[in-house]
């Protein structure tokens, strides 16, 4: 196995952009990724494919289901590694230190408090490897942070482009498809049995995500995407996914908004866009159109409805998500 | 600072400020002496106590207030592990929980960990270092301690007013913190309680600052003072850069949610970011406030038991302010996922701080090299400091990067993080402190055996707390959930993390014997039973009133240690070389400062 065959599969640039991008930075990405991701490779992850190891071990994290996470993981692995060879290595100093130079008499130690080539190179390397971190993660940024422009409705590549707005409210989450006149939502009601709500995605084409909060700071978060953002009020953010197989992947609220926190859940299920044509129908006719949607969450906030033992707050009655 | 006073042998300290800054009374050193304690106080003795400028009595006040509030803390986490051990646990509510994970990081964070290193062991031993009779401010220095007792009484208290204590976590951000959101009056208090707790800080952080610049003793340039003091010096500038951005902070908060401006809202026209960067500006160096201390514990601690000088004392002193200079700049790594920050300055400047960093760590290696070393209580868990920073400082430098940082954060793999970081300084570190110096303080030893085993259920319990929590954050649990699903595969780890915990929790056990078998079967400790270097180990155990009958000459960072071994003597050790030879010439008299 080399670094270079290994890195391929998901090498291919992520979002090619039209000429009338602005963004000369991100649409320079493409060109300076083809040989950065295997260098990331061969830099941190040579000692391992020489010890016939996988050339990223996972650490327990996830590989990522998108292309954007899959180079997460990737610049992940190759930084535990160095990380790993960094703190065996001074965890052994320190370890054989502490045996070699165990008391054993009394005797005067040597009084030496100083050695200036010494600390010169150990100022030096760290200086390196950082360094070197620093560049790779600059170079997975740009790609893991590139978004299309938020009017396209393909990517230079031809990839065609489906938006999402996801907005977050205390406790829950609603996704509208602005170009298929779909929005659905849930709330704290659809969980923790209900998992929350669901939202279905295409594999194959390039989702961009807006992202917008109702009242306090969310964190929408996915963990086989490798990916968080926050829902900021006042502030909407863009990113884009290229989910790269079927399956469902569960999501999470991570940032602290209040008492059900805790069970601000969602998921999303990527389908293949026949299966997303299918289901976007489906909803139509379900009446889960953009015309249902409050005017905003904020000024009718869900009641509290959770009604496991461990919530003594809770209200008695029952009330189906918003769907 | 420049004395006439010169003897043959040793040279007298100066006079304090004046005989009325003491407070009424005096502290004579039998007010010291073993058989005083705070607790068992007749009305005369809390009267001397609560009138009391004396640095140490302070210091010790400030470090059994801020000990009380770890093991309040410390409770409350052991009650949150409680609750994550199972997946569907209700062993609180949702409410009670938040409210516990809010108060256990702002007691550890804000009452513990910095006031227990700057307030406590500061304040006791950086005037007994530099040779002074006591803190350049006394009184402000009680005025700084009251005020710490009063913010922390309002904050820890907080949980009987209705609607119970904060619940928005440490970092209170905008705008789960407004009028709406958090209506409690616990959110005031908390609010309060960062306002007075913050001006009690400064106030220390100004007397640690003026005491090393201007009460230090003849012959302690900048270049002998030892590294704990410098530690002290750049947290008590640090400090000064700090709190009060997060005082302004939290009085724009204040009037947010009781006098309609809309600084953090919306619907005012105002940046709920806002809160993020100002906080932020002042939780990023707030990291190393509370960090810069213990690194000094570990540097004053690991000599003395390698029987060697530091190494590299002088690349200490500027790693130290690399670090403090980088720290003011690297606000925003807490805000990569907020999608409105520069990513690529603020990654860079996180990665830098790796290097002195780095730079310490060899340091601390370099010391040990070819010493003599002895592993008691002090020195394990010193040791245990470096391996457990180790393990949090290698995954600190992964969350410099934002891609990684998006991959993670919220997630328990920073709880684990920072846990390691704060554990490994604060616990590890801060209780080698205490072992090191309660010596010094109460004229007793602890007992080793009992000390040793605390060490090894702490480090044991620590390992198998958090070790786990780097893992379940990878399979996506994210911080501050009370429950998790079956489903979610997280539930054995959290078992372990829990595991872990209580051997924590039970480790103090041994401490609190340790504290009881001393003070019921005193052993005498001496003047320097560590064979420490610094000025405080030469006076006796614990000190007289204003510190020191005498002084021996003070030629490097180390005078006690050059005064009891004169044989090995290095005089002017960090000076240029031409000059250390020129002073090796002069015949090996002690004293007469030129």
Redesign the interface.
């Known amino acids: 196995m080399n670094a270079f065959t290994n890195g391929s599969p998901t090498s291919l640039p992520a979002h090619e952009h039209t000429g009338a991008d602005p963004a000369a930075e991100v649409a320079a990405t493409p060109r300076r990724r083809r040989w950065a991701r295997p260098a990331v490779g061969a830099a941190v992850a040579a000692p391992l494919v020489l010890g016939g190891c996988n050339m990223y071990p996972s650490y327990g994290a996830s590989r990522g289901a998108t292309k954007q996470g899959q180079d997460t993981f990737k610049l992940f692995s190759g930084m535990m590694t160095t990380g790993v060879i960094i703190g065996v290595f001074v965890g052994l100093l320190i370890l054989f230190t502490i045996l070699r130079y165990r008391r054993r008499s009394e005797e005067m130690p040597k009084q030496f408090h100083e050695s200036i080539p010494i600390e010169i190179l150990y100022t030096g390397i760290p200086v390196l490897v950082v360094a070197f971190l620093f560049l790779f993660t600059v170079l997975t940024e740009n790609n893991v942070d590139a978004t299309v422009p938020v009017n396209a409705t393909v990517t230079s590549t031809g990839t065609p482009v489906e938006h999402v707005r996801v907005t977050a409210f205390q406790w829950g989450w609603r996704f509208s498809y602005p170009d298929h006149n779909v929005s659905i939502a849930g709330d704290v009601t659809n969980g923790p049995g209900g998992h929350g709500p669901q939202m279905v995605l295409p594999v194959g084409e390039t989702v961009q995500v807006t992202l917008v909060s109702n009242d306090v700071i969310h964190g929408f978060y996915v963990r086989d995407f490798n990916f968080s953002r926050y829902a900021l009020p006042g502030v909407t953010n863009f990113f884009d996914l290229d989910i790269l197989h079927t399956g469902t992947y569960a999501g999470q609220c991570t940032q602290i908004c209040g008492l059900y926190h805790t069970e601000m859940l969602f998921s999303v299920k990527a389908v293949t866009p026949a299966a997303f044509q299918t289901w976007l129908s489906g909803e139509v006719a379900a009446g889960h159109t953009l015309q249902r949607e409050p005017q905003s969450e904020a000024n009718t906030p869900p009641p509290y409805t959770h009604v496991t033992p461990s919530n003594a707050l809770a209200a008695p009655s029952s009330k189906k998500g918003s769907l | 600072m420049t004395t006439t006073i010169e003897s043959p042998e040793l040279i007298e300290p100066e006079e304090p400020g004046g005989p009325d800054a003491h407070g009424p009374g005096g502290h004579g050193p039998e007010d010291h002496g073993p058989d005083h304690a705070h607790e068992h106080h007749g009305p005369t003795g809390i009267l001397n106590w609560i009138t009391s400028t004396d640095h140490k009595v302070i210091g010790k006040s400030y470090m059994i207030t801020s000990l009380v509030l770890f093991f309040i803390s410390g409770a409350m986490a052991l009650v949150i592990r409680g609750q994550l051990a199972d997946p569907?646990?209700?062993l609180?509510?949702?409410?009670t929980?938040?409210e516990l994970f809010t108060m256990h990081g702002s007691l550890m964070l804000y009452l513990f960990a910095g006031p227990f290193a700057f307030g406590g062991l500061a304040n006791y031993i950086v005037p007994l270092q530099v040779g002074a009779p006591d803190m350049a401010y006394p009184r402000l220095n009680a005025l700084s301690y009251w005020l710490y007792l009063g913010g922390s009484s309002m904050m820890t208290f907080s949980f009987v007013v209705a609607g119970g204590a904060a619940?928005?976590?440490w970092v209170a951000?905008a705008?789960?913190s407004n009028s709406i959101?958090s209506p409690g009056a616990g959110t005031d208090m908390w609010l309060l309680s960062l306002g007075l707790t913050g001006f009690s800080a400064i106030f220390t952080g100004v007397n640690l600052v003026a005491t090393i610049f201007y009460l230090r003793a003849p012959g302690m340039t900048m270049f002998r003072v030892p590294i704990f003091s410098w530690n002290m010096l750049v947290t008590g500038i640090l400090i000064l850069i700090a709190f009060p951005v997060l005082f302004g902070a939290v009085v724009m908060l204040f009037c947010d949610r009781h006098f309609g401006t809309h600084i953090y809202s919306?619907s005012g026209g105002g940046?709920?970011?806002l809160w993020q960067h100002l906080f932020w500006f002042f939780g990023h160096p707030e990291v190393y406030i509370l960090a810069l201390p213990y690194f000094g514990i570990v540097t004053d601690i690991i000599p003395a038991f390698?029987?060697?000088?530091?190494?590299?004392?002088?690349?200490m002193v500027f790693a130290t302010l690399s670090i403090a200079a980088l720290s003011t700049g690297v606000w925003a790594h807490h805000m990569f996922?907020?999608?409105?920050v520069l990513?690529?300055f603020f990654?860079?400047l996180s990665?830098?701080i790796?290097?002195p960093t780095?730079?310490k760590?060899?340091?601390w290696?370099?010391t040990?090299?070819?010493?003599?070393?002895?592993?008691q209580t002090p020195m394990l868990f010193s040791?245990g400091f470096?391996?457990a920073f180790?393990?949090g400082g290698?995954?600190g430098?992964?969350l410099?990067?934002?891609?990684?940082d998006?991959?993670t954060?919220?997630?328990y793999f920073v709880v684990a993080h920072f846990h390691q970081v704060l554990i490994g300084t604060t616990v590890f570190a801060g209780f080698a402190g205490f072992y090191f110096w309660y010596p010094k303080m109460f004229g007793r030893m602890l007992n080793e055996r009992l000390g040793k085993l605390h060490f090894w259920f702490l480090f044991v319990g620590f390992w198998v707390t958090f070790v786990p929590q780097?893992?379940v954050g990878?399979?996506?649990m994210?911080?501050?959930?009370?429950?998790?699903?079956p489903t979610?595969g997280w539930t054995f780890l959290n078992e372990m993390s829990t595991v872990g915990a209580m051997i924590i929790g039970f480790s103090f056990l041994f401490f609190f014997v340790n504290l009881v078998t001393s003070w019921r079967n005193p052993v005498p400790a001496g003047d320097n039973p560590w064979d420490g270097g610094a000025l405080e180990w030469f006076t006796s155990s614990p000190p007289p009133h204003h510190n020191f009958t005498h002084l021996p000459p003070i030629r490097s960072e180390r005078p006690t240690w050059d005064y009891n071994?004169p044989e090995?003597r290095?005089d002017e050790?960090?000076g240029d070389k031409r000059h250390r030879e020129h002073e090796q010439k002069e015949p090996e008299t002690v004293g007469a400062p030129s």
């Open positions: 569907t646990s209700s609180v509510n949702f409410q929980y938040n619940s928005f976590g951000y705008p789960l959101n919306v940046v709920p970011v390698s029987r060697k000088p530091l190494f590299g004392y002088r690349g996922t907020t999608g409105v990513l690529p990654s860079l990665y830098l790796a290097v780095g730079i760590f060899f340091n290696i370099g040990m090299w070819g010493g003599q070393l002895s592993f040791m470096l391996f180790l393990m290698v995954t430098v992964l410099a990067s934002p891609p990684v998006f991959m954060h919220d997630t780097y893992l990878l399979r996506g994210p911080r501050r959930i009370a429950d998790y699903l979610n071994h090995h290095k050790s960090h």
